[in-house]
């Protein structure tokens, strides 16, 4: 998560959305493109990145109780 270390999920979900939005809409340059694309593989992994916390955490949860 170095790259966007300051965001939390929703905002990197939230701005992922919106890339993926103007990918789609297109009219942008080759440049633009692969710079939004770039952008959206950082915020898909932060995305990620909590996920997988989260998931740990839950994990850690549900074993402590079958304890």
Do not use: F, H, K, N
């Not at 950082?42 to 916390?53: F, I, Y």
């Amino acid at each position: 998560m170095s790259d966007t270390p300051e965001l939390s999920y929703e905002q990197a979900r939230e701005e992922l959305i919106a890339v993926v939005q103007q990918l789609e809409a297109g009219g942008t340059t080759l440049e633009e493109s692969l710079a939004l694309w770039e952008r959206g593989e950082t915020l898909a992994r932060t995305c990620q990145t909590w996920l997988d916390g989260a998931r740990e955490r839950l994990d850690a949860a549900v074993a402590a109780d079958d304890e």
